[in-house]
Each structure stands twice: as C-alpha cells, then as structure tokens.
C-alpha cells in the first residue's frame, strides 16, 4: 500500500540554523500538506500546496518557513532560522483530490537547542 | 470558525473493557468531513474514518464503530473489548467539504491507556 515518507526521522538543529524537511507524498496524489505537532499539544495546520503554488497557509506559517517541490516526487519544508519553539513534530500529508483523505507520513521530530 | 472539543484527555481502562471516546465539533460549514486518526506511541498519525455530513449512518469496522450525531454536533468513537494495541493518542478532526479551506482542524486529542 502506498505510504508518505519523511526524511530524516529525527533532526538536532542549532537555534538559527536552516533546516529542511522532506516528504515523499503518495505517487498519484495532487494536494500537500504540512503539519506540526507540539510535544504533549495537538496536531496544527501549517501549509496547503497545489499545482506549483501555496493554497492555503496558517498564521503559524510566517516568512521564516517555505515549501517546494523541487522535482516530481519531493516535497520540502524549510525553516529558515530555527527557534528554540521550532521544536515540533512535523508531518507531512497528501491527498489526491482536496476533498479526499489526507494521509499522513511518520513524522520528523526537531529539537532546535 | 471551526473548532473540534474533545473534553476527555486521558482515560486508562484493563483490556476487554468497551471505551467511549467523545468529539464534539463546531461549524457554520452545512457540509463538512468528520476524521478520527490514531497516533500510537511510535509517533505516526494513522487514518481510521472519514465520515461526510450528509452520512449520519453508523459504521462498525471490527472492534471499532462510531456514532454520528449532527443533532449534537458528536462524533463518538467506541472500541469494544480493548486490547494493548489500542493503547494510543487519538485526535477526532474536522474539515470542510467545500469551499477555499483544505485544512484538518483537530482535537487536543485523548490518550487511552489499556492495561492487560
């Protein structure tokens, strides 16, 4: 069964450093989404990505963040210059159409210090 | 604007015990989607359900069934006879069916423990 992928599965940063994040989604899926999730708290909505170009963004996303899809099958967040509240679980999601279920990938654990 | 409660943060049972857990949503959507994903110790988020507004219908997967309730804005999850694999952080969510917004917008979530 086709799954998201995530890499890497843990991430140490220093406070300021760049970091990027990267998700395979599912092959024939069209709508990407990121996500975080606070140590303990509940699971936030980040970013909403189709056909080249942000669809929908949360107060959350600010300058500091940025998504791509360099090629045809990754899916990249990056954060710019990491915050010590940075640290999160961040997952990634897709979906084929947007009405459809999102399903997500296994997660990136940062911890900037 | 779109809120999802889920009042129960923690609840420990002994397995084969049945467990009720409670979501209640909020929106002025009139359609909408209705999730529950289950996160268990290793982290993942794993999609159990999705139900549409209009299907107020019941379903049972197994062990697990759900109750919808558009009356009360509800959206329970009951497991039957738990077992130790069900021990997870489980997040009732929420999304519009139409309209500009794609987002999930999810519970705090609710840790179930079952104990053998």
Redesign the interface.
């Known amino acids: 069964e086709p799954e998201v992928t995530q890499t890497p599965s843990h991430q140490v940063t220093q406070m300021g450093q760049e970091v990027i994040l990267r998700c395979v989604p599912i092959s024939n899926h069209l709508?990407f989404?990121w996500?975080r999730q606070i140590l303990g708290?509940?699971?936030?909505?980040l970013v909403?990505f189709y056909n080249n170009e942000i669809?929908?963004k949360?107060e959350i996303f600010d300058d500091q963040f940025s998504v791509e899809r360099p090629d045809g099958s990754n899916f990249t967040l990056k954060i710019r210059s990491t915050k010590l509240e940075d640290s999160a679980?961040y997952?990634c999601a897709s979906?084929r159409t947007?009405?459809e279920?999102?399903?997500?990938?296994?997660?990136t654990?940062l911890l900037v210090l | 604007a779109q809120k999802v409660t889920q009042a129960q943060t923690e609840i420990s049972v002994v397995e084969k015990e049945d467990v009720t857990l409670d979501c209640v949503y909020e929106t002025r959507d009139t359609t909408y989607?209705l999730?529950w994903?289950k996160q268990p110790p290793?982290?993942?988020?794993?999609?159990l359900i999705?139900r549409n507004s209009f299907d107020e219908q019941n379903e049972i997967s197994g062990r697990y069934s759900w109750n919808f309730q558009k009356s009360t804005s509800s959206f329970n999850f009951t497991i039957t006879a738990s077992q130790v694999v069900d021990s997870a952080v489980y997040?009732c969510?929420l999304s519009p069916?139409q309209g500009?917004?794609?987002?999930?917008?999810?519970?705090?979530?609710m840790k179930l423990t079952v104990n053998p």
């Open positions: 709508y989404y996500y708290q509940k699971v936030e909505f909403s669809s929908e949360s679980m997952f979906s947007r009405q279920t999102q399903y997500f990938g296994p997660g654990r | 989607y999730f994903y290793s982290g993942e988020l794993v999609f999705r997040f969510a069916s500009g917004s794609e987002k999930l917008v999810f519970g705090k979530g």
